[in-house]
């Protein structure tokens, strides 16, 4: 079925008392650790701290409701602080709720097409060089907050934003600086004291009393956007179709950025719960509820990972968490959203770079820089052309270049022909035992066909004690394959399935290593010949 909610399937099922009080438990602690970030998010994007709180209720509600993930949580993200600034500055309020509603018609588009697992495609290097650059702008535009800098409008473009912040380092208020850090401070640290509740929760609790008890000298909420509104109300926005062209870009954007990082959200925690997502119903959810949202004076949203990965680890199962968290939100912005105003600006600012230092995946960043020239071209023209000129343009070249790359690659390796011929390819896998499986992968293991064969290896791996994988056909693999063979293997493993590679090239081998799939499964593991792989596989069975 193309469209078919998870919440309504699970309903069919029946829910249990238990899993709806940890569902119930789990959707207030993910409302609480929304709170900060849903203004922080909005606060950034040039916005009034409410319309990020209506966007986590409005939206994070829908793609619960409606969603084909079990434990998916939506509103607005770090990603999106970027597109919807320039937005704003460039069409307004009313030019961003047109944006957002054909970007929701869209996604809805790309659902009915069934173009959910196309997104896939698209490269790891990609996703890690815009998402490390989205992170590093973000940063760049907490610094005038971060240091109290009195400066009256700040440049969207990078190099003119870090000009000016040189030119006014002489007016930083040592204050608002300290709030920083010890936001920061708290944010970090006290996740070693429990992971129950968020250290940004705490960090704004915090903060906002020492400022308010010693009357510091800092700007908050309310000093830089007034009171915010405890009502949700209904705005139709003002469209001339004779301008709707305009917004065909940003919408586009929009619509892209969205679809890849709920998807991403999406695979992330299924492989925590071992489960399925489905993709195409995820992305007319998520189209619906960008519709929906920018009528009731919301901003884009998307599936948000660290809310997701908080709902999972707190023992959220079914989209109850999700609609019990945009609930709970839904009644601190009725009933506390008078305190909400007295946040110092500082604090938001901390708990900002808190998210773009978690954004940064400067870990996946450094390990690709260590592959190969078709993976580092792609990772660093991404990057930069995030930093320095756009979004939109960084995703459109990266995909072209992904593509031309690919193309390339290819050629060389028809040039070199492929050895194919083996001395165990008539092997009979028939006298093997039942314990041991045996996946074979024949081709290039790169973006396009790394989540096919991830997932393969999983679901056969699942069933058996050993697995062996056989990759004697597999020319080359590229960071997106180590990625996704790395996370099938990291599942495997947790559920005490053994992991044998057999026949891998000294090229194969070398990316492998380099990816450490070598140190999570033991280079015991790692055999050049399947005769080799068989014995060891009859071994790990006694």
């Given at each position: ?6 919440f ?20 207030i ?42 434990v ?11 597109i ?66 009195d400066?009256?409008k ?10 000016l ?21 708290i ?12 250290g ?25 956007f ?5 009502k ?93 968290h ?87 390796l ?22 041991i ?72 081998n ?30 790990l069975?006694?």
């Amino acid at each position: 079925m193309l469209f078919y909610p998870k919440f309504f399937s699970l309903l069919r099922k029946g829910f249990t008392h238990k899993q709806i009080r940890n569902d119930v438990l789990s959707g207030i602690v993910v409302g609480i650790v929304a709170l900060p970030l849903a203004i922080a998010f909005a606060v950034a994007s040039g916005v009034s701290p409410e319309k990020g709180l209506i966007t986590a209720v409005v939206a994070g509600f829908l793609i619960s409701f409606l969603g084909g993930s079990r434990v998916q949580i939506g509103g607005p993200t770090g990603a999106f602080i970027v597109i919807v600034y320039a937005i704003v500055e460039q069409y307004g309020l009313n030019g961003l709720m047109i944006s957002t509603i054909l970007a929701g018609f869209m996604l809805i588009g790309f659902g009915l097409l069934r173009l959910g697992s196309l997104l896939r495609f698209f490269p790891h290097p990609l996703i890690v060089g815009f998402t490390s650059g989205i992170a590093v702008v973000i940063f760049s535009t907490q610094i005038k907050d971060a240091f109290g800098m009195d400066i009256a409008k700040v440049p969207s473009a990078f190099v003119e934003k870090w000009s000016l912040y040189f030119t006014h380092f002489d007016s930083i208020n040592l204050t608002a600086f300290a709030l920083t850090l010890l936001t920061i401070a708290i944010t970090v640290g006290f996740r070693r004291i429990t992971s129950k509740v968020p250290g940004s929760f705490i960090a704004i609790l915090v903060v906002t009393a020492i400022a308010q008890i010693f009357d510091l000298p800092v700007t908050n909420i309310h000093s830089f956007f007034g009171e915010i509104s405890g009502k949700i109300q209904l705005s139709l926005p003002s469209i001339d179709l004779s301008n709707i062209q305009q917004y065909i870009g940003p919408a586009v954007t929009i619509a892209l950025l969205g679809g890849i990082e709920s998807l991403l959200s999406a695979v992330v925690s299924d492989g925590m719960i071992s489960g399925n997502h489905r993709s195409n119903t995820e992305l007319i959810a998520q189209g619906i509820a960008n519709v929906v949202t920018p009528f009731f004076g919301g901003i884009p949203a998307t599936g948000a990972i660290a809310r997701t990965v908080t709902n999972v680890k707190t023992g959220g199962r079914t989209p109850i968490a999700g609609i019990v968290h945009a609930i709970t939100l839904l009644l601190i912005m009725l009933f506390f959203g008078k305190w909400a105003q007295m946040i110092p600006m500082a604090c938001l600012a901390g708990i900002l770079m808190v998210v773009a230092y978690n954004m940064s995946e400067w870990r996946s960043f450094k390990a690709i820089l260590k592959g190969s020239f078709f993976d580092v071209s792609v990772l660093l023209t991404t990057f930069f052309l995030t930093v320095l000129v756009d979004l939109s343009v960084a995703i459109e070249v990266g995909v072209v270049l992904s593509a031309l790359l690919f193309m390339k690659r290819m050629a060389d390796l028809g040039k070199d022909g492929l050895k194919t011929i083996d001395s165990d390819m008539l092997t009979d896998y028939s006298t093997l035992p039942k314990s041991i499986a045996i996946y074979e992968i024949s081709g290039p293991f790169f973006f396009a066909s790394a989540k096919h064969y991830s997932e393969v290896i999983k679901e056969t791996g699942d069933k058996t004690k050993v697995l062996i994988i056989r990759m004697r056909h597999v020319p080359f693999i590229d960071s997106t394959g180590t990625n996704n063979l790395k996370e099938a293997i990291r599942i495997l493993k947790h559920s005490g399935t053994h992991v044998v590679l057999s026949g891998v090239s000294e090229a194969v081998n070398l990316e492998i290593e380099k990816a450490g799939i070598t140190k999570l499964m033991g280079n015991e593991n790692i055999l050049p010949s399947f005769d080799e792989a068989v014995a060891r596989a009859k071994n790990l069975t006694i």
